[in-house]
């Protein structure tokens, strides 16, 4: 069983700054890509982030220049340092793990969530 759990979200002043954290566990053989999605109340779920392992990172047009992904592939772990953010940032973040489990099997899979509050 794979799991992720994300840590890093909270409540922040427009202009300030947040580190997302990701960490994949369990039956991991290699992670193929890590994202970050966002979901904002009353919204669908939209990308904001991600990255292909070797690749370069993908990034939302509405935080390009505002926030950054990196993975240490050796703790399985994926970031998202954002900063100068905005009230339009408010959201729930997930993680997102395009996972392979066995030679055979690739799992997608969802973190639980965590909430980013940008609010004065």
């Known amino acids: 069983q794979v799991q992720l759990v994300e840590s890093g979200g909270g409540l922040v002043q427009p202009g300030g700054s947040l580190r997302l954290s990701c960490v994949a566990s369990g039956r991991i053989l290699s992670i193929n890509s890590m994202g970050w999605y966002r979901q904002a109340p009353g919204k669908h779920r939209e990308l904001v982030a991600r990255?292909?392992?070797?690749?370069?990172?993908d990034y939302a047009e509405s935080v390009k220049g505002r926030c950054a992904i990196s993975r240490d592939n050796a703790k399985n772990t994926v970031y998202l340092q954002m900063n100068s953010l905005k009230p339009e940032d408010t959201g729930v973040y997930y993680c997102?793990?395009?996972?392979?489990?066995?030679?055979?099997?690739?799992?997608?899979?969802w973190g639980q969530g965590t909430q980013v509050t940008v609010s004065s």
């Open positions: 997102l793990g395009d996972i392979k489990t066995s030679s055979r099997t690739d799992q997608v899979i």
């Open positions: 990255i292909e392992s070797g690749g370069s990172p």
